[in-house]
Each structure stands twice: as C-alpha cells, then as structure tokens.
C-alpha cells in the first residue's frame, strides 16, 4: 500500500487528498485520535459537507483547529453539458487554465462515471482527442476524488435509496498508471465504506499498457483491468499506441495474464476502436482472437468517434459487425460498445478539456514511460 502523507505540512492540507490512512495520520499529528477520521469522512462523502463548523459531533475547539489547518476543497465546476441520450459532461476548472472532462453515463440498471486523472495525456495515440491536447501535469488525488464527489453531488445520488453511480472508469484524460500513487489512493476513497463503497469489481482502471505498473498495481489494488489494445501486431500498435514500443505486445500479455493469476473471477477487457480500412479487416479479427484466446477476456468495439482535423474514420457498422462474428465465432465475448454523448463530445476518445501543454512531446513520452 502507498505510504501515508505527511500529516501536517505547511499551509492548509486538503481533506480530499488523504484517504482514511492518510487522514487517520493526520488526526494523531493533532493530538486528536484515529476515529477522528471515520467522523470526518463521513460528513465529506456521505453528507457532502465542506464546512467544518457543520459537522455537529465535533467538538468546537476541533471544528476550530480544522478550520485553520485544513480544508475541504473539491475542484470547481466550470460548464455542466447534458447530452440527448441522459449522458452529462462536466468541464472542471483546474489552475492556470487547464481544465478536464468527467463523463456520466446512465444506463438500464447501472451508471458509470469516467474519471480523467490527467491535465492531458503525455502517450500520444494517434485516434484519442485528449492525446492532441498536449500534456500538462498529474491530477491530485483531490482533484480526481472531486470528480466524484462533484458527480455525486450534482446528480442528487441518494444515500438511502438506489444508487446513481454504480460504477467508475478511470478511462478519461490522461494514462492513469502514470500518475500512480494519486490514481491507487483515489481508488482506495471510491471502494471505502466511507467514502464512495463503490465495489471493487465496479472499479475499473483503463491503461495503454504501462507494463512494471501493472505488476506494481496487482501487489497495491483490487480492481478491474481495461487495456486499449486497438491492434493484434505491433507494426500497428506502434503507430496507434506508441507506448507500445517501450512494451510490445508481447510483455502486455504477459502482465495481463500475471494480474488475473489465481483469480478466477477476473478477466481482462480488451478496448478495441475501430478505424476504417486500418485495423477493421477481417485477417485482424482473426489474428485478435488467436492473440488473446488463452486470456479470460471481454472484448468492447469501439466505434471510433471523430473530433477535428482527425485522419482517421469510423468503420462502417457492417465491417464493426463481420469483426464482432469473427471474435464470437472463437468463443471470445465483444460487445459493440453504443456511442453515447457524442453530441457534447462526451463519447470515447473525445474527451480533451483545455491543456496547457508543457514541453516536447517525444521526451514527455520516453520520460512518462520510465
């Protein structure tokens, strides 16, 4: 597990950055005992108060104290967009004029929030909208915590009654294992009873392959794995994920299969975008399913969704449906994922805020790899 914070550091601390370790630390730096932590996380997450002076079972001289050494900061909600189809768009307005984007998505019997964890995306995929932003810096773990309690707080999910957000994807901005210690804390926050107790199988996790986290990330984390394969060879791989040629394909299986070792209830979901005339064929089906045969998997297409001055198209549903048959046909399960939000860019891969982008793109890249 990720070590705890330093409790009291200079200035304010922010609540939001502390999961129950760090906030249980914290209290104890005060004088105060550990309990102090399951009172406040309470108020924060289940009652969504930021002020101390509300939270009634404290005493006054502590409400005092944490009025003066701490705050309760969420980031601030810029635009709230509502898409046709029930999906709502959240611009959040970070510093120096940077933003990111949060996705709800309801659907029959579930809702899934996306959580960016990045100002940008340093990994430069050729199809993804937020990769052509640029790259700033990692999110805190308060600002990608904050996406969630901003959600929460703006969907009226009910404490007593059905739950609104039933599951979170940590697949918006950015390469969340490259922000790692803020990404397994944030986490930590969503499944704990007293923060978010979202289940650990409705947590999941989107990476483009960073190989020596994923290892990393089975030792510290219980939650599910997405990988954004998008193409069975790394000739392919290397032009749509160059990532990939820091760890080919080859090693990514070789993780994968390592991460849902003796866990029989795991699989791997494989995101696939498909590209017309580029990675859509009939062969690349064929040559998918053999890749990943041996691996417990599900498999979502993805039909791309274009944003501007892209070179790429989205394949026709026909080819989307030949390449679906062939991967059922060998006993793999693909759902052809239904493009939701488009209308407010708000569907997959086209996520991109506002990034001041920092630096060379090649050295982020080689840097953000290890």
């Given amino acids: ?5 330093v409790a009291l550091a200079a200035g304010k601390a922010n609540l939001l950055d502390l999961d129950r370790r760090d906030l249980e630390a914290f209290f ?3 004088g105060e005992k550990p309990f102090r932590a399951t009172q406040v996380m309470k108020w924060i997450y289940h009652e969504r108060i930021t002020d101390f002076a509300a939270m009634t079972n404290l005493s006054k001289a502590l409400r005092e104290r944490l009025t003066e050494r701490a705050e309760i900061r969420p980031p601030e909600v810029a635009f709230d967009h509502g898409s046709r189809d029930g999906s709502r ?4 307005r970070l510093d120096s004029g940077n933003s990111i984007e949060t996705v709800f998505i309801p659907e029959p019997g579930r809702g899934t929030l996306c959580v960016s964890s990045q100002i940008g995306c340093p990994l430069d995929c050729s199809f993804c909208a937020t990769a052509q932003q640029g790259f700033n810096r990692n999110l805190t773990v308060a600002e990608i915590i904050g996406q969630v309690w901003q959600a929460s707080r703006l969907l009226g999910e009910r404490r007593n009654g059905d739950r609104i957000i039933t599951n979170i994807v940590l697949m918006g901005m950015g390469e969340p294992l490259l922000n790692f210690e803020a990404v397994v804390k944030a986490m930590d926050l969503m499944q704990d009873d007293l923060g978010f107790g979202i289940s650990k199988r409705r947590v999941t996790l989107s990476t483009a392959g960073v190989v020596p986290a994923i290892h990393r990330l089975r030792e510290v984390a219980e939650v599910s794995l997405a990988v954004s394969l998008h193409a069975p060879d790394d000739a392919l791989r290397d032009e749509l994920v160059p990532l990939n040629r820091k760890y ?3 090693e990514l299986l070789a993780a994968c299969r390592h991460y849902i070792a003796d866990k029989p209830y795991r699989r791997i979901t494989w995101e696939y975008v498909l590209l017309d005339g580029v990675n859509d ?3 690349r089906a064929r040559a998918l399913a053999a890749l990943i045969k041996d ?8 039909p791309f969704n ?6 790429y198209r989205r394949s026709s549903p026909e080819a989307i449906a030949r390449f679906q048959a062939i991967l059922m046909a060998h006993g793999l399960t693909a759902v052809i994922r239904k493009t939701r939000g488009d209308d407010i860019a708000a569907a997959c891969g086209q996520l991109a805020g506002q990034v001041q982008a920092r630096g060379r793109r090649r050295t982020r890249i080689a840097q953000a790899a290890g």
């Fill in 248 to 250: 080919p394909i080859a």
């Fill in 295 to 302: 691996i417990p998997s599900k498999v979502n297409l993805i």
């Fill in 89 to 92: 768009k959240w611009l959040i």
């Fill in 281 to 283: 064929t009939e062969a």
């Fill in 1 to 5: 597990m990720p070590e705890p914070m």
């Fill in 28 to 30: 104890v730096a005060l």
């Fill in 306 to 311: 274009p944003f501007p001055h892209t070179r």
